[in-house]
Nanobody, 114 residues
Framework: VQLQASGGGLVQPGGSLRLSCAASGTIASINNMGWYRQAPGKQRELVATITRSRNTNYADSLEGRFTISRDYAKNTVFLQMNSLKPEDTAVYYC?????????WGQGTQVTVSS
């Protein structure tokens, strides 16, 4: 499984971004997909996950500002991020979980600053 993340960038506080993560390879083996983030000097943390049946789980700290979704036709998982705050600044990584392995994308930088 290969993952290609995109959609990061610079946005002002209160703005929105939509991240995409396209999967290729042995896609049928993928169960859960998710987004994680790592801010400078901090450990990587969970943002959101979505199962094969589209059940979702979010970090409590997000306060309902982010939405994860999954498009099977495009083999892509999305992260819609609204009401962005400076503390959301981080490198965002997507992952895909199969029975045997967990795969990671290359990361996309999100910077929230005025």
């Amino acid at each position: 499984v290969q993952l290609q993340a995109s959609g990061g960038g610079l946005v002002q506080p209160g703005g929105s971004l939509r991240l995409s993560c396209a999967a290729s390879g042995t896609i049928a083996s993928i169960n859960n997909m998710g987004w994680y983030r790592q801010a400078p000097g901090k450990q990587r943390e969970l943002v959101a996950t979505i199962t094969r049946s589209r059940n979702t789980n979010y970090a409590d700290s997000l306060e309902g500002r982010f939405t994860i979704s999954r498009d099977y036709a495009k083999n892509t998982v999305f992260l819609q991020m609204n009401s962005l705050k400076p503390e959301d600044t981080a490198v965002y990584y997507c992952n895909a979980v199969t029975i045997r392995n967990t795969y990671w994308g290359q990361g996309t930088q999100v910077t929230v600053s005025s």
